[in-house]
């Protein structure tokens, strides 16, 4: 079973958001969705999930679309920034409401992880603070029999402590009921080491899409002469590239066996990557 | 001029929120405000600045009460997580709004802000993403002409690049037009070189209100057998204690000369610090 994302575009306005956006989420895999302020990722996620029908491109499962079919979207659960919950509504209710619209719900997990949490089950849900929303929204994500969980910052205003947790009961589901899992955040280091797939959104266009081992082999910062780098690196897929008076750096991926011997080679983690392609080329 | 709290409590229906609090906020200093997820910052915040009426004990400026005094409030301006502006406002519309609301405001600032932060001064504030939503309120923040200015987690939704950008221009506002501010946040360690003065709370109590200096200079963790540690750990104000067999464990203010030779001493940080000061004591 695979979601997939084919010649995704969205404009606002006069504004292009996403840009021909090609993507396959496997089963069972943890994806990061990484990007600055305002890349996409968002508009991404609500595209995925139907919630913006103007758009061009297909979302699919198993060659369905989603748009507009309730089987499809029943496998698809986003948690989003937008809280889409009634004010009114207690903790308990929404649990319940969940359950009614996906058919299942875990309630020994719920019911676990808001007592860990410390998550009132009969406050109201416009009663709770920023980290509480997040941490409910979070716990009904984990608690949905959906094969496809979309988490929109699901850390946000989260305390250390509560982020660790959260991290560690995500590993935990997933172990118990492989799925999918994407989530969107600015807290890289944080997050990498749960991640089996990366996918960097630059300016609404996807500038990285790998798996974590291949990042971790194969991505590299090198520097070298003009001359020496500029024939070996127009051969290669750049992901960021920069000139110092006649020496080049370039971050890209490649075998280290490709690499030449007068290159000087630095790894570069993900966080470190992540920076090198988002670096701000406008001036400031 | 100083900002004053004294004996505020507060319940939410049988719940105690804060429990006589006591602080002084003094001109010109950045002031960290430390905590779980509902420790009680938000509420501490919004008493501070008059936006919950029903509360036992005071708020003052030199002497004066807040509380319903349009003076004393125009001196304060609380960024908080909830949205109060009109979501179909526009950006600059919004900064119109402030400048009426507080005589002042620097449009210098906030225009070049905007243009920094790639922040749409046309766009519709119910339009823009979380992250975009918190640096509008960012740059309203550092643009008003208040000197007490209230942060209630000035970088949520915010991406590295924007987190140290926003760090940095707090620091540029500061030495241009010295004023207190006071920022609650939970990314401790990005934010601890801006602060002069730590404020933990924990459970609606105020366990930590030192300078920064004296937590680097004085906090320590301390360790050794129970009966060296007893009766000197009785004498001072311990933030944080355990024992394991007969070693007791203490994090303690003190002054270096004042620890004995036969106890293990090590220095901690503001983030160790936090952590041992909010450690879970139920159990998960």
């Not at 968002?42 to 499962?61: C, M, W």
Request: hydrophobic letters at 40%.
């Amino acid at each position: 079973m695979t979601l997939a994302v084919k010649h995704l575009s969205f404009n606002s306005g006069n504004k292009h958001i996403l840009n021909n956006v090609n993507l396959e989420f496997e089963p069972g895999t943890i994806y990061g969705l990484l990007g600055r302020n305002g890349a996409g990722k968002s508009t991404l996620l609500n595209l995925i999930s139907d919630r913006y029908p103007e758009k061009q491109g297909a979302v699919t499962i198993d060659g369905h679309t989603v748009h507009d079919h309730d089987a499809q979207l029943q496998q698809m659960y986003l948690m989003s920034e937008v809280n889409l919950y009634p004010d009114n509504f207690r903790v308990t209710k929404l649990f319940k409401l969940t359950q009614q619209l996906y058919g299942e719900f875990n309630w020994d997990l719920a019911l676990r992880l808001a007592k860990q949490f410390g998550l009132e089950t009969h406050a109201r849900f416009g009663k709770l603070s920023t980290g509480y929303r997040t941490i409910c929204k979070d716990i009904i994500a984990l608690s949905v029999p959906a094969d496809y969980i979309l988490l929109d910052e699901p850390v946000l205003g989260l305390d250390a402590n509560h982020r660790e947790l959260f991290y560690q009961e995500l590993m935990n589901a997933q172990a118990e009921r492989p799925r999918t899992f994407v989530i969107a955040t600015h807290l890289i280091e944080e997050v990498s080491w749960l991640l089996n797939h990366v996918m960097v959104l630059v300016d609404g266009h996807i500038k990285v899409d790998e798996t974590l081992a291949d990042l971790t082999e194969q991505a590299w910062q090198l520097t070298g002469p003009k001359e020496v780098m500029e024939p070996f690196i127009n051969q290669q897929a750049v992901l960021h590239q920069h000139q110092f008076g006649n020496d080049i750096t370039a971050v890209m991926m490649i075998a280290v066996a490709d690499i030449p011997a007068e290159v000087t080679k630095q790894k570069i983690n993900l966080q470190e990557l992540f920076v090198a392609l988002t670096e701000e080329t406008h001036e400031n």
